[in-house]
């Protein structure tokens, strides 16, 4: 079982910054790959960023590029996705996510993760 728990979403003007931050407990986190999620209001969740167990391959959406960036901190079993530059259309639940399979990398492909957090609102307006 891996237990996860987001922060940091909130609501921000255009062109502003968030913080999200994804706490992970219940299994050796260093073993994880993992990945963000978000999914608006009438849409499907989709594909943020993603990032490798040991940190070192990153994978970003085409919509994110450029100004969101996946970063986490095995020692503190946490993961981290920094927003910059944020558009109205960045409106959604953003979902943190662990992927057991750590050989994968880091996955873009939502059925490949297996466990999911309870998410955290970010609201950015115009």
């Known amino acids: 079982q891996v237990q996860l728990v987001e922060s940091g979403g909130g609501l921000v003007q255009t062109g502003g910054s968030l913080s999200l931050s994804c706490a992970a407990s219940?299994?050796?986190?260093?073993?994880?790959?993992m990945g963000w999620f978000r999914q608006a209001p009438g849409k499907g969740r989709e594909f943020v960023a993603a990032i490798s167990w040991s940190g070192g391959s990153t994978a970003y959406a085409d919509s994110v590029k450029g100004r969101f960036s996946i970063s986490r901190e095995n020692a503190k079993n946490m993961v981290y996705l920094q927003m910059n530059s944020l558009k109205p259309e960045d409106t959604a639940v953003y979902y943190c996510?662990?992927?057991?399979?750590?050989?994968?990398?880091?996955?873009?492909?939502?059925?490949?993760?297996?466990?999911w957090g309870q998410g955290t609102q970010v609201t950015v307006s115009s």
């Open positions: 219940g299994r050796t986190f260093s073993t994880l790959g």
């Open positions: 996510a662990a992927d057991l399979n750590w050989i994968r990398g880091a996955t873009m492909t939502l059925n490949e993760y297996d466990y």
